[in-house]
C-alpha cells in the first residue's frame, strides 16, 4: 500500500484505502518551512477499523486513564515489530508515558531463549506495565506468556497490554463466530491480561445485521468468508464514503473530473460522518467518522481474559471526541482525543482486585526499601541487660515462662530495644565498618520481612557504631532445644518428641519455599522454645552474608565469647558437626590446600540438602539426648579435625537404640554422602508426621487458644460496635431526610407522633408541563435522570429556606414552609422566594438528554391552616391534610407554563407582611369545589423597594 499511495500523490488521484493498518500512512503533515505539499499520502482516505495509529493512541489513552507513566516495550527483532514501535513511542510521549525500556527477543526465540537471554530480568527491573507487541510470523506470544509464568512475572504484580491482536489474513478476526477451539487458545495465552482491541473483536453482534445486508442483495454465507467480515464491512464502507465525497464535489463544483481531484476530494472528506454498513444495528464503530486526517477515528474496548469464564469481558471502552479549532496538518494529528469510561472494577486478579502500580511504593528491585534498612538498629535506641536484670525481669513472669536458673546461657546476651521488645542477641567483633553489597541488603530485607509460627522473628542488625556488631532476635523464654534435651530432670516422651520434630520440619519447609531459601545454620541451639512450647528456628539465612564479611575483614570469623562460658564456646566448637560433609569440604582452607579439587560452588538445593544433614543431626538429638556418634568420642576433637578439613567418622544410629525401622531408614537417608540422594523436606515432613502421629499441641496449647479466642472476641465485639454506632448515624442521617427530625426521634424512641394543626402555612406545588409526551419520546433512564438533576437543583434553593420538601410524585414536586417547625408569617415570604427562585433555576437549565431543549413548569401556591401527621406502620409518611392543601394544588393546576399563580389570601398575606413582592391580578377562575375565585400572578421580588422606603 505504501507505493500506490505514494504514486497516487504523485498524480493527485483520490485513493480509499480499506485494509491499511501501517502507521507510515497517517503522515499527511504539512512542512513548516515551505508551504508545499509533502510528497507522501495527501490524497490517501483510511476507512479501516483498525489501525497501527489509533491502536497507539487507544492504548495510550488508556494507560494515562489508570495512572500509570512508565511502561516498557515488548517487541521482537524486525521490520513489523519496529513499526509498531515506531507508531507508539511517539503516541505515548505524546500522552505523558515514559517508555523505561524496550526489550528485544529475537524472532528465532524459543521459550528457554527467553528465560536465558537476561530480558525477564530487564522486565522486571524496569515495569510493571509491560505493552506486549510481536509480529504475528511465529507464535512468539504464547512464547513469552509461558516464559513470563515460568520466571515469576505474577499478573498481581505486572499488568501485560496486548493491542490489536489480529492474526487472521486480510483483517480477519480469530475471536468472531463460535468456535471453541480458538476461545481456548485465548484463554491460554492471553489469559488474566489487557486486550485492545476494536469493540466488537471479541463478539458476534456484527454477524446478524451484515447477514441481514447480504440477504438484502440476494447472497447468504456460502458466498463468503465469515472470519472476514471486518474486511467486507471496511471495504462497504470505503465504497461509500467514496460514493458520498464524490456527489458532494459533484454537487459544488458540476464538473466530473473534480471526483478525480485527489486533493480536493481528500480535503472534502476531512472530519466527514456517514452511517456505516452496519450502524443501523447499534453496534460500536458502525458509524464511519473520519477525522481531520481523513483517517477513520477508533472505537476501541480494553478486554481482561478470565482464565476461569468462557467469555473476554470488556471492562473499559475508548470513544474518540473531535477536538474544535485545530488543523491536523499542523498538528499531525487527527484532532480528536480519547475518552475512556470504565464499565466494570474491582476485577483484577490481586488482593483488593484492582491493577498494580506502574512502580511499587519500594520500587523496581525494593531498592528504595533496601536503602532505607528498616532492619538496622541504633545502639542508642537498645539497652544492654546484665544478668541480674534478666534475673529480675524473668521472675515477674509466670512461673511456667521462667528459665530453669542452671541455665547460664540463657541469661547472657539479652536486650531491650526500644520499650519493651526483648530481644537476644549474637555479638561478633567489629574490626572495620560493614560495606553492605546488594545480596546482603537484599537478604536482611527477606530475613526482616519472614513471618511463621515455627521461625523466630529477626529484630535487626546494630553495626558500624562501637567494636561490636549485633544480630537481634526475639527472645523466647525457654531457651533452645539443647537446654531441654541436655536437663535430666526434664521428661520427653513420645508426644515431644512429635511436636519438636513436626515444628522443625514445618519451619524448614517454609524457609525452602520461601525467597531465603534455606536455613545455614541448623542446630539444637538454633532451635529456640518459646512460653508456649512451639519450636522457632533461629539464625536462618544468615551464614552467607557472615562468611562475606569475614573474608571482606569487617567482623572476626567467630562469636565474641565470654571466658567463663565453656558451654558457649562448646556450642560453637561442636557445630561443624552439623555441617554437610560437601560444605566442609567447601571452605577456603581446603581450597587452598587443595583438598578436593572437584569442589564447585554450592548450588541452592545443595544448600537445602545440607539442611536435611542438619536437620537429621537433631532429630537424632530429639530421640536420644545425644549426637549420633559413639559415646566414648571425644566430640572437640572431632569438631578440630573436621574444621581443618580432614575426614571424621560418618554419623550413625547407634547399636544400643531402639527406633522405628522406618525412621532409621529416614536418618540414613537424610546423612547421605551424595546431597542429591537426601530426601526433599516436603518428604521429611510427610513421613516423620506418618510415623510419628503426631496430632495438635503440648501443654499450653489450651491456654494459648483461651488467650487468643479472649482476643479476638474482644477485638470483634469492638469491630461490631464500631460498625454498629456507624449504621446508627447512616440510619439517623437517611431517616432525617425522610421525617422530620422531631418526627424521627419520637419514632425511634417507639412513641406515637399525634396529629398537629398548623394555624398557617403555605403550601407549593409544581409540575412539569407536557412530561407525558416528554416520557413517550424518552426512555426511563433518560426520565430518571431528568428529574433527578432538576429535582436536586430544587433541593438546594429549598435547603437555602426555611422550607420542607414533603414529598414528589412523578413531575409533581411538593413543598411547605411553617411546617414542621412553626415561623409565624414568614412561610409566605420563604415560599415566595422558593418560586420565583425555582423559575430562576430554570431559566438556564437544559434537558440533559435534549440539550437544545429548555423544562418549563407550572407553580401555584396558597396559604391557611394545616393538619400534619405521620400515616401507616410500614413505610411511615409524614403527609398534610386540609383544604389548604387542596386549593394550592388547584392554583397549580390551572396555571399557565412558566408563570407563579397564588391564591386571594397568599397575596393579601405578602401585601400586608412582604410588599416587596410584585403581583399582578389575574382575575377570577373557576376553582373545583370552590367556584369563581380571584387569584393573582407572582411577577418579581422588587429588591429596590427597601432602598425608596
Known amino acids: ?546 562468611r562475606r564479611w569475614v573474608k571482606h575483614g569487617s567482623i572476626n570469623e567467630e562469636m565474641a565469647k565470654d571466658d567463663d562460658n565453656e558451654k558457649s564456646t562448646g556450642s560453637q566448637k561442636t557445630g561443624i558437626l552439623y555441617v554437610a560433609p560437601e560444605i566442609r569440604l567447601s571452605n577456603e582452607n581446603n581450597q587452598k590446600r587443595r583438598v578436593d579439587q572437584k569442589w564447585v560452588a554450592q548450588t541452592l538445593e545443595k544448600r537445602r540438602s545440607a539442611d536435611i544433614y542438619a536437620f537429621g543431626m537433631v532429630m537424632y538429638e530429639i530421640l536420644f539426648r545425644s549426637l549420633p556418634f559413639n559415646d566414648k568420642a571425644d566430640l572437640n576433637e572431632m569438631s578440630t579435625k573436621a574444621a581443618e578439613g580432614e575426614k571424621i567418622t560418618r554419623p550413625q544410629i547407634q547399636k544400643d537404640k531402639q527406633l522405628h525401622p522406618d525412621l532409621q531408614a529416614l536418618l540414613q537417608d537424610c546423612w547421605h554422602d551424595s546431597p542429591e540422594a537426601r530426601p526433599s523436606i516436603r518428604r521429611v515432613r510427610l513421613s516423620t508426621e506418618s510415623i510419628m502421629k503426631t496430632k495438635g499441641s503440648l501443654v499450653d496449647s489450651m491456654t494459648r487458644m483461651m488467650e487468643e479466642y479472649a482476643n479476638n472476641l474482644e477485638k470483634l465485639v469492638s469491630e461490631r460496635t464500631a460498625m454498629f454506632e456507624q449504621a446508627t448515624l447512616r440510619a439517623d442521617k437517611i431517616l432525617s431526610q425522610l421525617l422530620p427530625k422531631y418526627v424521627a426521634n419520637e419514632l425511634k424512641n417507639g412513641r406515637p407522633v399525634p396529629p398537629k394543626m398548623y394555624s398557617s402555612a403555605t403550601v407549593l406545588f409544581t409540575d412539569v408541563v407536557g412530561f407525558t409526551k416528554l416520557c413517550g419520546s424518552s426512555s426511563p433512564i433518560e426520565v430518571v435522570n431528568l428529574l433527578n438533576s432538576v429535582y436536586s437543583g430544587f433541593d438546594e434553593i429549598i435547603n437555602k429556606r426555611d422550607g420542607y420538601k414533603v414529598e414528589t410524585i412523578g413531575d409533581a414536586y411538593m413543598v411547605v414552609s411553617g411546617i414542621p417547625e412553626e415561623n409565624g408569617k414568614r412561610h409566605i415570604c420563604n415560599v415566595s422566594d422558593i418560586a420565583l427562585e425555582i423559575m430562576e433555576f430554570l431559566v438556564t437549565y437544559r434537558i440533559p438528554h435534549r440539550k437544545s431543549e429548555k423544562l418549563v413548569i407550572r407553580i401555584g401556591f396558597h396559604s391557611g391552616p394545616v393538619a400534619a401527621a405521620v400515616v401507616g406502620l410500614n413505610a411511615p409518611r409524614y403527609c398534610l391534610f386540609g383544604d389548604t392543601v387542596n386549593m394550592a394544588s388547584r392554583m397549580e393546576s390551572t396555571g399557565e407554563p412558566g408563570k407563579i399563580q397564588i391564591s386571594q389570601a397568599s397575596k393579601e398575606l405578602l401585601a400586608s407582611e412582604y410588599p416587596e413582592f410584585v403581583t399582578a391580578e389575574r382575575g377570577e377562575m373557576a376553582i373545583k369545589g370552590k367556584g369563581e375565585c380571584q387569584t393573582h400572578w407572582l411577577l418579581h421580588k422588587d429588591l429596590a423597594y427597601f432602598e425608596s422606603s
Open 1 to 546: 500500500m505504501l507505493p500506490v499511495a505514494t504514486m497516487a500523490n504523485y498524480w493527485n488521484i483520490p485513493i480509499v484505502a480499506y485494509m491499511a493498518t501501517a502507521n507510515a500512512l497517517s503522515n499527511k503533515k504539512i512542512r513548516k518551512a515551505r508551504s508545499v505539499w509533502p510528497t507522501i499520502y495527501k490524497t490517501l482516505v483510511r476507512t479501516s477499523l483498525r489501525t497501527m495509529n489509533t491502536i497507539a493512541e487507544s492504548t495510550a489513552a488508556f494507560i494515562r486513564h489508570y495512572g500509570w507513566k512508565k511502561v516498557s516495550l515488548v517487541s521482537n527483532v524486525g521490520a513489523s515489530a519496529y513499526e509498531k514501535i515506531l507508531a507508539f513511542e511517539p503516541v505515548l510521549k505524546r500522552y505523558g508515558i515514559t517508555v523505561n525500556r524496550k526489550i528485544l527477543f529475537e524472532e528465532s526465540s524459543t521459550v528457554q531463549d527467553m528465560l536465558s537471554g537476561g530480558q525477564m530480568e530487564e522486565i522486571t527491573a524496569h515495569s510493571r506495565v509491560v505493552i506486549v507487541m510481536f509480529s504475528s510470523t511465529r507464535d512468539l506470544t504464547s512464547m513469552f506468556r509461558e516464559a513470563s509464568a515460568k520466571y515469576g512475572l505474577s499478573e498481581t504484580e505486572f499488568v501485560f497490554i496486548f493491542p490489536w491482536l489480529q492474526e487472521g489474513a486480510n483483517g480477519a478476526s480469530p475471536f468472531v463466530g463460535s468456535d471453541t477451539s480458538i476461545l481456548d487458545k485465548v484463554k491460554q495465552t492471553y489469559g488474566n491480561c489487557v486486550l485492545i482491541d476494536d469493540t466488537n473483536g471479541f463478539d458476534d453482534r456484527m454477524i446478524k445485521p451484515f447477514m441481514e445486508r447480504l440477504a438484502s442483495v440476494g447472497l447468504d454465507e456460502k458466498d463468503i468468508d465469515l472470519t472476514n467480515i471486518y474486511g467486507y464491512i471496511a471495504l462497504f464502507d470505503a465504497f461509500k464514503m467514496l460514493a458520498v465525497a464524490g456527489r458532494r464535489i459533484l454537487n459544488k463544483t458540476g464538473q466530473f473530473s473534480s471526483v478525480t481531484n485527489g486533493k480536493l476530494m481528500w480535503n472534502a472528506m476531512r472530519r466527514m460522518t456517514v452511517p456505516g454498513m452496519v450502524s443501523n444495528a447499534g453496534v460500536g464503530s458502525g458509524t464511519v467518522m473520519l477525522d481531520d486526517l481523513a483517517e477513520r477515528v477508533p472505537f476501541y474496548s480494553a478486554f481482561f481474559v478470565d482464565k476461569n469464564r468462557n467469555q473476554v469481558t470488556p471492562f473499559a471502552n475508548m470513544a474518540p471526541r473531535m477536538i474544535t479549532n485545530c488543523d491536523g496538518l499542523e498538528t499531525g494529528t487527527g484532532c480528536f482525543d480519547i475518552n475512556v469510561t470504565e464499565v466494570l472494577s474491582a476485577f483484577w486478579p490481586s488482593i483488593d482486585g484492582h491493577f498494580p502500580l506502574d512502580e511499587p511504593l519500594c520500587g523496581y528491585s525494593e531498592t528504595r526499601s533496601l536503602d532505607s534498612m528498616p532492619w538496622r538498629i541504633f545502639r542508642d535506641d537498645m539497652q544492654i541487660v546484665d544478668e541480674e536484670q534478666v534475673k529480675s525481669m524473668l521472675s515477674l513472669g509466670s512461673q511456667r515462662t521462667k528459665l530453669s536458673s542452671s541455665n547460664a546461657m540463657a541469661l547472657k546476651h539479652h536486650a531491650i530495644i526500644g520499650v519493651n521488645t526483648h530481644a537476644t542477641y549474637q555479638m561478633y567483633e567489629q574490626r572495620r565498618p560493614i560495606k553492605f553489597g546488594r545480596a546482603d541488603l537484599t537478604l536482611l530485607m527477606k530475613m526482616k520481612q519472614v513471618v511463621h509460627d515455627n521461625l523466630n522473628p529477626f529484630l535487626g542488625m546494630a553495626f558500624n557504631e562501637k567494636s561490636e556488631m549485633l544480630l537481634l532476635w526475639k527472645f523466647c523464654s525457654r531457651g533452645t532445644l539443647q537446654d531441654v534435651i541436655y536437663n535430666e530432670q526434664f521428661v520427653l516422651d513420645e508426644k515431644f518428641h512429635g511436636a519438636f520434630v513436626r515444628d522443625i520440619t514445618l519451619g524448614l519447609e517454609y524457609l525452602h519455599l520461601s525467597n531465603i531459601g534455606f536455613h545455614g545454620r541448623l542446630t539444637s541451639w538454633s532451635t529456640l522454645i518459646d512460653r508456649n512450647w512451639l519450636v522457632k528456628l533461629t539464625d536462618y539465612g544468615i551464614s552467607d552474608a557472615l
